[in-house]
């Protein structure tokens, strides 16, 4: 379950590990802000039972604009690896659904015999929404590492431009398709490889 909202910089101030938000008064994060300069705007959100707040902060650009390697490379995307990389390097995809999808379907089973409206039915409605966070997050982890590391090596990213749609109504792909998570990939390697100055070629 998602709920989500935007508060601008007037509206909010953060002071070391809390942040004051309209209605709620000050509330305890769980790390203290990583940047300092200007407070642009926060977003607030939960993902099964958990709150997050994002902070927008205009600051200024640390980051080293260099490659370790200013080789070109081809990324070859698949269901058996997420990636093989043309220099030989083979990736595999952490596949968090494919490893817990027993799990998930034992849950939805569980919470389908609930009762509606019980405390039962909302506790394991509360459980199912936690391993579908779970199951996200190690995704995205993946996805993060592999996606910075090609950004920050190689000068020129080739990839293939594949219709991900149709794999998904493929019925032998589609699972291992969504694990693979090939649409977030190209998303975060594009926009990773402007910030960057990198050049992304989709063949």
């Known amino acids: 379950m998602h709920d989500r909202f935007s508060i601008s910089n007037d509206q909010f101030a953060v002071q070391g590990t809390r942040i004051r938000i ?19 705007s926060a977003t607030v959100s939960r993902m099964a ?10 600051t200024e650009d640390r980051r080293q604009h260099r490659n370790e390697n200013q080789e070109a490379v081809g990324v070859d995307l698949g269901v058996s690896a997420l990636a093989t990389l043309s220099t030989g390097e083979v990736i595999q995809g952490a596949k968090a659904y494919s490893k817990l999808v027993k799990r998930l379907v034992r849950l939805s089973r569980s ?21 579908h966070a779970r199951i996200a997050n190690i995704r995205q982890e993946g996805l993060h590492q592999l996606t910075t590391s090609l950004a920050r090596r190689f000068s020129i990213i080739g990839i293939e431009g594949l219709n991900v749609r149709g794999m998904l109504k493929n019925r032998r792909l589609s699972r291992s398709t969504a694990d693979g998570a090939f ?9 990773k490889s402007s910030l960057y100055g990198r050049t992304v070629v989709v063949a």
Do not use: C, H
Not at 49 to 58: K, M, N
Not at 183 to 191: A, D, G, H, S, T
């Open 111 to 131: 919470l389908s015999r609930k009762e509606r409206g019980s405390k039962n039915r909302e506790k394991a409605r509360r459980k199912l929404a936690r391993l």
């Open 22 to 40: 309209p209605k709620l008064g000050w509330v305890r994060m769980r790390e203290a802000l990583r940047f300092s300069g200007k407070l642009v």
């Open 49 to 58: 039972d958990r709150w997050f707040v994002s902070i927008t902060v205009d």
């Open 183 to 191: 649409y977030e990939f190209r998303r975060q390697l594009e926009y």
